[in-house]
Each structure stands twice: as structure tokens, then as C-alpha cells.
């Protein structure tokens, strides 16, 4: 009896670890009128950033490529500057029912980014892959394997 205590006590600590690596991701989120809420990603679903910079030429060219796209999962764009024209760049740029983070630094220190545009694919708060290479037929293959095309 005293064994099959300590055997249950040793993996109730061991799946803390697990429990508290699979926190959900937390995000300041702007609509559109400029008012931010907090939201966090689910645990389990996946969910795609966006970092980019408004004034980069493959930014925009990248931006053109996603919004051409059937996204099967949430977009969520964070620019590097400038948040409040955010959601104009994405008009302009042709992307739809995407939402504005105002966490650029603390997530691309997170996620160790190193340049833009990046789009990482999270599940939860984990990053699963990111994709630096924006040509049409590579970024597409990538996301479908992913299921996140419709």
C-alpha cells in the first residue's frame, strides 16, 4: 500500500511540469476603435503571429501571400512599430479577420526572432514552426501539412 502511495504521489509532482508548460499564451489584443482586452490563446488549438515591420518591402510582399490564403486557424499580426495603423496595413495589404497584438518586444524575445516577416505556427503557447520563406507554393505545402488551410 505504502508503495502505490509514493508511486502516485511521484507522478502527481512529475505531470506538474507538463501542466505548467502548457499554460495558454496571453496576448494584448487592439480592435480596430483602439481599445485593447486581453485574451489567451487556447492550450490546444493552433494559431498563427505575424511579425512584421509596416514599412518593409517582404513584409508586404509577404503580407500579399498570406492574405491569398484560407487560413484555418487564427491570425494574429504584430508589428514592430506603429500599432495603430495596423489595421490599415492589413486592409491595404488584402489580409481579413485578423486580429493586432501589442506584445512585438516580450514575444519576439520569447520566440528569439530574428528577423521579419516571420509567421510563426503556435499550438498553445508553443511555437510548433516559423516560416521565413513567403514563396507562394512553400508557405502553402507548409500550412496545409499543418492542416491550417481551408
Avoid at 20 to 42: H, Y
Avoid at 67 to 82: E, F, G, T
Wanted: charged share 25%; glycine share 4%; hydrophobic share 45%.
Amino acid at each position: 500500500l505504502l508503495a502505490i502511495v509514493a508511486l502516485g504521489a511521484g507522478s502527481a509532482t512529475l505531470e506538474r511540469p507538463l501542466l505548467a508548460r502548457d499554460t495558454a499564451l496571453s496576448l494584448r489584443l487592439m480592435d480596430r476603435a483602439g481599445r485593447v482586452a486581453e485574451m489567451s490563446l487556447s492550450a490546444r488549438s493552433f494559431t498563427l503571429l505575424y511579425f512584421y515591420n509596416p514599412s518593409c518591402l517582404d513584409c508586404k510582399k509577404a503580407s500579399a501571400e498570406i492574405a491569398r490564403l484560407r487560413l484555418a486557424a487564427p491570425l494574429i499580426v504584430l508589428p514592430d512599430s506603429q500599432p495603430e495603423l495596423a489595421y490599415d496595413y492589413l486592409r491595404r495589404a488584402g489580409i481579413r479577420n485578423a486580429l493586432v497584438a501589442l506584445d512585438y518586444q516580450p514575444l519576439a524575445a520569447r520566440f528569439k526572432l530574428k528577423q521579419v516577416p516571420a509567421l510563426y505556427v503556435l499550438q498553445g503557447g508553443t511555437p510548433q514552426n516559423v516560416i521565413l520563406d513567403f514563396e507562394p507554393a512553400r508557405l502553402e505545402k507548409t500550412l496545409r501539412d499543418r492542416g491550417l488551410i481551408n
